[in-house]
């Protein structure tokens, strides 16, 4: 008999929802994590006092992440902040509260661009798609699946979700904007080649759900651990997956890294999608053509953030940046993502996002509070950032450079916070080296696969999944497996995974 009915391997957000959801079927369930806390790309840290969430700043619930943490006991038990964003340049200064805000404020700054109308026309038509399909609490296309009601609510869209779901036809509609730099901004903001359906949609998203755990990421996800063992299943910290096979008997065997063989009927792999192929299960089984796709697809940015902790309340810095726990500060329009070929001082060109969640955040000691400065960045930048590689501990070079990148973003932050520097108390840095030490991510990448749809081994793949895998009681799970990456798609993914290792339909309603 095998130890477990099922092996959930990686407790991000993902994983935390699929063993949540399998413990609460009565199914005999592990959970293992190679850190000593649950959250992956999404977990926090404290630091003399200070809490500051390591990677995600805040996420969107699109009527699927409200509902399943609902479901699942969690959603109520969180007080949730409603992010409000602020867009910043030499040219306009403006708060996300509506489409209609955006190309006013867009439209003051260049009076003279004759692009906008038509341009926000289209933006409009996906908001309003976006608006027809969900609310933050509810995605009845998903949560009470009817394959008749689906098609009749999706039909009407289909050919211009075709057209929208590429990057290509984003070029094509910001093509209407003559002013040669605005036009290159609102091209390329966001991940890179980002299709034109998400740099629409996140106008709308923006404006109404985007949402942030009060008290940090880290204690929202030690929740997520606390349902799944009060559902009586069982967590190892400190628990790193080395292999991943077959035996004899027909049950899966996850050897860890210290050697320890523990069995099951089935594995969920909820963690890294070329650590998978790679080694834990093998190349072997993949075949060479996929092998190769995987290992050379491009992977969403990673991030570099310096982490603040500042002698200033949060009322006080609450209001230097006007109220937005999200402001954005563009010191130019060039949008740059950076690479192993990038100049020594990129980053103090690049865009920066300032976040900071307010008095309701329970952040900091009292009379302080924290900030989070972040941008994007390469984990082969200079050379591993003088690191040489991902090998730890780390290079003096290495820690040098990173303090040296931090105060240049904080030279940035301090357009939009004056004296920034002189109210320090704690700085840290995290660069894109960090997220892979901490989570295990290839390249300390932020979102899984790139979203290029031309590119993606996840978007022409039948389904828009890779859930499946060669070994025939494994599968992958999290945003490296469902279409396109991010929270959404692995709270999504947790629960389909868990569904199929259930016996359930895939899209089985909520509290079926």
């Keep these: 008999m095998a130890d477990y009915d099922v092996i959930v391997v990686g407790a991000g957000i993902a994983g935390s929802v699929c063993a949540n959801y399998l413990a609460r079927e009565g199914k005999r369930t592990l ?23 390591a990677g995600d700043q805040s996420f969107e619930s699109l009527g699927i992440v409200f509902p399943i943490l609902e479901d699942l006991g969690v959603y109520d038990q969180q007080d949730w902040i409603k992010c409000r964003y602020r867009m910043v340049s030499e040219d306009f200064d403006f708060f996300i509260d509506s ?83 605005l036009r290159h901004w609102l091209t390329n903001i966001g991940y890179y080649r980002m299709p034109y359906l998400f740099f629409a949609g996140f106008w709308h998203l923006w404006s109404s759900d985007y949402w942030y755990p009060a008290g940090g990421m880290q204690a929202f996800h030690n929740r997520l651990v606390d349902a799944y063992t009060g559902s009586g299943g069982e967590v190892r ?112 060109d690049m865009w920066v996002a300032l976040n900071h969640f307010g008095p309701r955040s329970v952040s900091a000691p009292p009379g302080k509070s924290t900030l989070t400065v972040q941008t994007y960045s390469s984990w082969s930048w200079q050379k591993y950032w003088r690191n040489g590689g991902d090998s730890f501990p780390r290079t003096q070079e290495y820690r040098e450079l990173k303090e040296r990148v931090g105060y240049e973003l904080v030279g940035t932050a301090e357009q939009l916070v004056p004296g920034l520097r002189n109210r320090i108390e704690f700085m840290d840095v995290g660069s894109p080296l960090s997220l892979k030490r901490f989570t295990l991510n290839s390249e300390g990448s932020s979102g899984g696969w790139c979203y290029d749809d031309q590119v993606s081994p996840v978007f022409r793949f039948p389904g828009l999944n890779r859930i499946r895998t060669p070994l025939r009681n494994v599968y992958a799970c999290g945003h490296y497996a469902l279409w396109p990456g991010g929270v959404i798609s692995a709270v999504q993914c947790g629960r389909i995974v868990a569904n199929l290792a259930s016996g359930k339909k895939i899209l089985a309603p909520l509290g079926s």
């Design 237 to 348: 910290f400190n628990t790193r997956v080395a292999r991943i096979r077959d035996s004899a008997s027909r049950e899966v065997v996850v050897t860890t890294a210290e050697g320890m063989e523990i069995s099951a009927s089935k594995v969920i792999y909820a963690g890294d999608y070329r650590a998978l192929v790679d080694s834990i299960i093998g190349p072997e089984q993949f075949g060479a053509p996929l092998v190769g796709r995987l290992r050379d697809t491009r992977l969403t940015e990673g991030l570099v953030s310096v982490y603040l902790g500042l002698d200033m309340d949060d009322e006080e810095l609450s209001r230097i940046l006007g109220g937005a726990h999200h402001p954005f500060y563009f010191p130019n329009y060039e949008v740059i993502f950076p690479d192993e070929n990038s100049p020594e001082a990129v980053h103090r």
């Design 31 to 53: 959970l293992l994590e190679q850190n000593h806390q649950a959250g992956g790309n999404m977990s926090g840290f404290t630091r003399r006092g200070f809490t500051f969430d």
């Design 99 to 181: 489409i209609d805000a955006v190309e006013d404020a867009l439209r003051t700054a260049f009076p003279r661009e004759p692009g906008f109308g038509q341009l926000f026309a289209e933006i409009r038509e996906v908001s309003r798609f976006l608006d027809r399909v969900y609310t933050p609490r509810s995605f009845p296309l998903l949560h009470d699946f009817h394959p008749a009601r689906a098609a009749r609510a999706i039909l009407p869209w289909l050919p211009r979700l075709k057209r929208w779901s590429t990057f290509r036809y984003r070029e094509k509609a910001c093509s209407l904007i003559q002013d040669k730099r």
